[in-house]
């Protein structure tokens, strides 16, 4: 069974940071390219950031380049994303995403098949 467990949001004031964090289990983590996306309240699910599966390419949305950093750890099978300079835009539940083929880091929704519960991010002064 393939599981994603978010970690790490918390309330921040604008211009800090939190690194998040996503346990995978349940398949082939050093496989898969794997995602970040994000939903504020009201909208719907904005894709983030992307890596491939040996961690040398990225993909960021324009809204969070500069300021985001997503990077993985496939003996731990785990997937972080470091985010500095926050804004109160920036609020939202944080999810990864497991891409449904292995090598998918675009930011359409229908080409993912597993998200985890999320993690909230605040960020309000």
């Known amino acids: 069974e393939v599981q994603l467990v978010e970690s790490g949001g918390g309330l921040v004031q604008p211009g800090g940071s939190l690194r998040l964090s996503c346990a995978a289990s349940?398949?082939?983590?050093?496989?898969?390219?794997m995602s970040w996306v994000r939903q504020a309240p009201g909208e719907g699910l904005e894709w983030v950031s992307a890596i491939n599966s040996g961690g040398g390419s990225t993909k960021y949305a324009d809204s969070v380049k500069g300021r985001f950093t997503i990077s993985r750890d496939n003996a731990k099978n785990t997937l972080y994303l470091q985010m500095n300079s926050l804004k109160p835009e920036d609020t939202a539940v944080y999810y990864c995403a497991k891409p449904i083929m292995w090598a998918t880091m675009t930011g359409e929704m229908n080409e993912y098949d597993y998200w985890g519960q999320g993690t909230q991010v605040t960020v309000s002064s």
């Open positions: 349940g398949f082939t983590f050093s496989n898969y390219a």
